[in-house]
């Protein structure tokens, strides 16, 4: 995105900002709903196209904001459809996205920060370090950039009909903006997206996810990977501050303030002799008997230098078949886009400050305000 910080990005305003910001400019709240509808429904990229606006609040419009969205510097398709974007940011930092499409569904992977402060062993986004927090509008730009791949906008067709944040970055570390995105993609004025269609992946940050049942009631899946905590806190650091049984329990009070039978789902990365054995899917079944929730196997997916492997097929069945020996619902995440580079873990994009990669830290979530790929394949 080229800079212009003096005006504000209205891609980047959830629908109470919106309105927030028409009150401002002493403009009635109704603006709002019009406004949403152009821009996500219609994909409008200018106020020009707003016909249904006098050409006076246009111009004003005009004056204190802007429709501002990335630079795509590569949309490569995998063999088997899967197809994946960088797209440039403010600063010059890139993020990618994967659209995977399967059946009558397309689902849109998408990242959340520019790299990740959480440093999880086994994933290349981690390696990266922390670069940066993506703004609302960098979010919903991911979204718009997939739906305008398919030709114009066409709010009666469902190009994306399903968005995880499974891409770069860990959500509930951006918080704030990471919810305004996802109001957006759920609002029937925005996106219009069901709440089981948007799933937020965390890899375990509690206070934020306790936060998160007060505000949204997105789906949610957690990135498990270890059923104890010796081997947690080796593979997901971040498990040091918040160990598997206070997760698990924020897990509970999570579903229990949705008022439907939605579950968690669990994702766990197979890894090659580290938490692959019977052993171990013994223990995590014991673990999973505590929530409601269902099972997906994602055999890790390798990286130069990684230093982890894939198990073999039959280690993988022999893992899910304990599982649902033991009567868990469990699927394997078949690798997808590995020819371009798309699939869970492979997601670097590119960081060009790279003096901030000395930030590594184990976060502490702050009170107030915290700054802020999955359908089975
Ligand atoms: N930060 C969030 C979401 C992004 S990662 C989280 O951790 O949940 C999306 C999923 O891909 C997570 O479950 C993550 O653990 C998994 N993953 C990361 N690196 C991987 C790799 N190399 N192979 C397979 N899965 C990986
Ligand atoms: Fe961050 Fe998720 Fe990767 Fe862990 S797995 S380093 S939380 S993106």
């Known amino acids: 995105m080229s800079e212009t910080p003096s005006k504000i990005n209205l891609l980047g305003l959830s629908p109470a900002k919106l309105e927030a910001f028409f009150d401002e400019l002493g403009e009635k709240r109704f603006r709002a709903t019009q406004v949403l509808k152009w821009l996500h429904q219609q994909g409008a990229s200018s106020f020009d196209e707003m016909t ?29 459809g899967t197809r994946k974007w960088v797209i440039r940011m403010d600063g010059g930092s890139a993020i990618e996205m994967v659209l995977i499409p399967e059946g009558d569904r397309r689902t849109l992977c998408v990242s959340s920060q520019v790299g990740c402060s959480l440093d999880c062993s086994f994933c290349s986004t981690g390696k990266q370090g922390y670069n940066r927090n993506l703004s609302t509008a960098e979010i919903i730009a991911q979204l718009r950039v997939a739906i305008r791949a398919y030709g114009p906008f066409d709010p009666n067709e469902r190009r994306v009909s399903n968005v995880v944040f499974m891409g770069m970055g860990e959500p509930l570390m951006n918080f704030d903006n990471v919810v305004d995105a996802i109001q957006l993609m759920m609002d029937d004025n925005g996106y219009g997206l069901s709440k089981r269609r948007v ?129 868990i619902i469990t699927t394997v995440r078949r690798t997808r886009g590995d020819d371009v580079d798309a699939a869970c873990g492979q997601l670097v994009g590119q960081v060009e400050d790279r003096t901030r990669r000395s930030q590594k830290y184990i976060p502490v979530v702050q009170e107030e305000p915290v700054h802020g790929k999955t359908e089975r394949v």
């Open 199 to 327: 799933t937020l992946s965390t890899s375990g940050v509690v206070p934020a996810l306790d936060k998160l049942r007060e505000v949204s009631d997105v789906s949610l899946a957690i990135s498990l990977h270890a059923a104890n905590n010796d081997l947690r806190d080796e593979l997901v650091p971040i498990n040091k501050r918040y160990p598997i049984d206070e997760l698990i329990a924020a897990c509970k009070r999570y579903l229990e303030g949705l008022n439907d039978k939605r579950v968690i789902t669990v994702e766990y990365t197979l890894i090659e002799g580290v938490n692959d054995q019977p052993q171990h899917a013994r223990e995590l079944v014991q673990v999973l008997r505590q929530v409601p929730c269902k099972l997906n196997l994602i055999p890790f997916n390798p990286f130069p230098n990684s230093g982890y492997r894939r198990p073999s097929e039959e280690a993988i069945q022999r893992f899910k078949d304990i599982m649902i020996r033991a009567s």
């Open 52 to 80: 249904n606006i006098s050409k006076t609040l246009r111009a004003k419009l005009a004056e204190v904001a802007e429709i501002r969205e990335p630079e795509i510097l590569l949309d490569k398709t995998s063999r088997d």
